[in-house]
């Protein structure tokens, strides 16, 4: 065989390779996508991901670690304050979590938030999470129809931040197109459910 033929061969060789991968391509894309979703699907509320200030944070039991930013030495702790509290959040019938999450970013502040956990299918997808306070003191989290309530102490307006938070609060977030957004607590709302926090 020549070398010119030689040549023609690898070329057609490595032209048909390259169609062939591409058929391919989308549905090693699809499969690459499901895999990843599967590692964020979570078996119970202490293993799933909330957005906390925009950032997707994953917790392990309960928890998160990460740099403020890469190579920094800051961390920023992320934590499920308290337990759990389970109830059907979103009107499917099985049993969906509200969370409080603490959150330390490294400063003087500790920062309290409200947030759901979704079941879907027996894996539990966190929400956004909606900010309590700077150093507030949780009292505990309720389920209530279609959303989460989260009552809270806080200091009153012209108190500073040394004071200690005697000012009983209430925040209420219905379960809204897969995100919780704050509403006012109608008086006299059914409360479902009440989860003490204890750290």
Do not use: H
């Amino acid at each position: 065989m020549s070398k010119f033929l030689l040549f023609l061969l690898i070329v057609a060789v490595l032209v048909g390779g390259i169609w062939f991968f591409s058929q391919f391509e989308p549905e090693i894309e699809k499969l690459y996508r499901k895999d990843k979703t599967e590692e964020v699907a979570a078996a119970d509320p202490l293993n799933a991901s909330y957005e906390v200030e925009g950032v997707t944070i994953t917790l392990t039991n309960g928890r998160s670690e990460m740099p403020i930013e890469e190579g920094s030495a800051t961390i920023i702790a992320t934590e499920i304050f308290g337990e759990p509290v389970y109830g059907d959040i979103d009107g499917d019938g099985d049993e969906d979590a509200g969370v409080l999450i603490k959150q330390e970013p490294g400063g003087t502040g500790t920062f309290y938030y409200v947030a759901a956990t979704i079941n879907e299918d027996g894996s539990y997808e966190g929400t956004n999470a909606l900010l309590l306070g700077d150093r507030v003191a949780p009292q505990n989290v309720q389920i209530s129809g279609g959303g989460v309530i989260a009552n809270y102490a806080d200091r009153g307006a012209d108190e500073p931040m040394t004071a200690t938070p005697s000012v009983g609060k209430t925040l209420r977030a219905d379960f809204v197109k897969g995100k919780i957004i704050e509403v006012t607590l109608p008086s006299g709302g059914g409360v479902k459910g009440v989860g003490g926090a204890s750290n």
